[in-house]
């Protein structure tokens, strides 16, 4: 099955700084790529549709100016966390859409603590 | 499995026994529909789909039954074993217009269930 990865899988940074996520789709491409979070006991809320090429689609009550989307290639999408907060801390899954159909093919998650 | 308040709803079963999970979807309109599961700090894992023009669909020990008529959807797994245990979401997947005139697809993930099997 298509696979997608993340990176890093967990990160702690501290208060006031950005930490920046990819996600590579490493078996096929994805012109259309989504980012999650999720926080604890929790389900999965989409922040964002990203698609290559062209700017964000940000979900209501999102920030765009404080989650940086970038889609750079058919291969790989990066979200940036820019001046983190301790409420950041979320564990952040991006998916990624193969360009022939429906299915979203999910990363394996990044833990993102703000201290 | 229904969705009560802000906690998981959870499903506790023994070993063996078949497993229903339930999920009521929002939006009519929707057209496609999954079952993901999700293990402990992981990604979510695809288990089966269904289109709208379906009512069943089986796969290998699960089967999924989709009733349009009240927006309800459930995840039936046979002789569930221990490894099943994880948090089951359903996703309804709604095809939708944009303001510039392009289409957008986007996923919306139900509230999620945790099963839990007993040995």
């Known amino acids: 099955g298509a696979v997608v990865s993340q990176h890093p899988s967990r990160v702690i940074c501290k208060s006031g700084t950005s930490v920046k996520i990819e996600c590579r789709s490493l078996d096929f491409q994805a012109t259309t790529m989504f980012w999650y979070r999720q926080f604890p006991k929790k389900s999965l809320m989409l922040m964002a549709t990203?698609?290559?090429?062209?700017?964000?689609?940000?979900e209501q009550g999102v920030e765009k100016d404080k989650f940086l989307i970038n889609h750079a290639s058919l291969t790989l999408s990066t979200l940036t966390v820019t001046s983190a907060h301790p409420e950041d801390s979320s564990f952040y899954i991006c998916?990624?859409?193969?360009?022939?159909?429906?299915?979203?093919?999910f990363g394996p998650g990044t833990r993102l603590t703000v201290t | 499995g229904e969705s009560v308040g802000l906690h998981l709803p959870t499903l506790s079963v023994q070993e063996g026994d078949n497993s229903i999970i339930n999920c009521a979807y929002s939006n009519s309109a929707s057209d496609y529909f999954i079952w993901y599961k999700q293990e402990s700090g992981k990604g979510p894992q695809f288990i089966i789909d269904i289109r709208s023009n379906m009512d069943k669909r089986q796969g290998q020990r699960v089967t999924v039954l989709l009733n349009k008529t009240v927006k309800h959807l459930s995840l039936q797994i046979a002789a569930t074993q221990p490894g099943d245990s994880a948090v089951y979401f359903c996703?309804?997947?709604?095809?939708?217009?944009?303001?510039?005139?392009?289409?957008?697809?986007?996923?919306?993930f139900g509230k999620g269930t945790l099963l839990t099997v007993n040995p």
């Open positions: 990203s698609n290559e090429g062209s700017k964000a689609t940000y």
């Open positions: 996703a309804e997947n709604y095809q939708g217009r944009l303001d510039s005139g392009g289409s957008n697809y986007k996923l919306t």
């Open positions: 998916s990624a859409r193969d360009t022939g159909g429906n299915e979203q093919y």
